[in-house]
């Protein structure tokens, strides 16, 4: 018998496969086989922390047990899908699809299909969020759509529309209030209030590029864990080496400090003091750590050839990051930057630890 | 690779650089199998019965309105037209 809180699954993108690990001891536990394509997996957690919900490109939903190292289930339910979101309840699981574009809605305990919102349209972006809600944005349209699943068999759906061009990435601040959509097609992003969705989106950082031609973006940004500390918000300027800070009480642009490359994960260390950033191609061996008082960066870190990704403790006295190109997951001790360990995986990309289970919005 | 103009064909290690660059780089929109995400799917049967060479423009060049970059900085002509010959024939298994 064990408890799940110190538990962690790492994604494997090529072998279809995931690590489990723990964080106490800082080691591998287990390897769970059958996942299928997981190029941009993503995964949330069951409120109790024991299971995961994994979301692979080829559209399978698979629910594994982090107890039993295993599949319990397992449904393929698109042709391309791209992520997805537990309901506020633990009880409804909403996966984001390209292909056909769409969200599809199931029972969390048996992942029997509930519902499906057809959108036309490539959904990312896609979140929980209070009321037993979730909120996704629609790539070719530009709308932002806030689906109530209260009854989910009957799901009710609110379009906010011209929210702005090609919205790529989305995600709710970590108070649930606010709603976020990166914007690759316009300098800017749009911003829903969820106190108050009827008044619409508003643009905030409209023409942060200030006219000058943006860089060839060469990976998105991600937002799913973008930070938020310290009443700023770090958001990724597109196609720019360059994060932009954000007064959350206003939401008008705070400054904007120039780092190694275009980022791609902003991730707030617990405590709101620093944000460690890592970057697209071909700029991803670097981690950068940006200091929010004082706006400077404070240490940089080559971790390894093509970082993907990076996730925090939850109390913030380990961050582990994945780099792909030399199959590695290296854990630091974020106070020291002192290498903790290193535990071998096949290209791994995304880290997640349990203790999302408990946070709106993973 | 039948089909693949045996003077394009680079030499290893680059051959393997570019075979992981489509795989994975590329693979961050078109998916590591190439049968799409926000990119579009680009298996054999979806490229088909596109123009080689307007492939191997958009690969050096991007496409404008589009999220797909210019790749002529980290690719020369004729390693463009490689990758296109690649995708054609399909990515081979690892």
Redesign the interface.
Known sequence: MRGTGDLGLIVE??AGRVKLVETTGRSELASIDGLG?L??ASLVYSRDGRYAYVFG??GGLSKVDLLRASVERRVIQAG?S?GGAISQDGRLIAVAN??PGGVRIFDAATLEPLAEVSTGA?V?GITDASGNRFVFSL?EAGEIWIVDASVPRAPRVEKIRNVGK?P?DGFVTPDGRHYIAGL??EDGLALVDLWNPEAGARRILAGYGRGAEPM?????PHLRGWAVAGGLAVLPAIGRNEVLLVDTATWREAGRITVHGQPVFAIAQPGGRRVWVNFA??DNDTVQVIDLPTRRIVKELKPGR?VLHMEFTARGEQVWISS??DDAVIVYDPASFAELARIRAE?PSGIFLTSRAFMTGF | MAAADAAHVPAEPRRGELVNMVRQDCGSCHGLTMKGGLGPALLPSNIAAKDPEQLRFVILHGRRGTPMPPWSRFLSDAEAAWVVDLLRAGLPRD
């Open positions: 993108r090529a394509d190029s941009h490109r080829d391309n791209i390209y292909e490539k990312v790539f090609q790529y690759f097609g060839p973006v060469y990976k998105m191609f071909p093509a792909r190109d290209k």
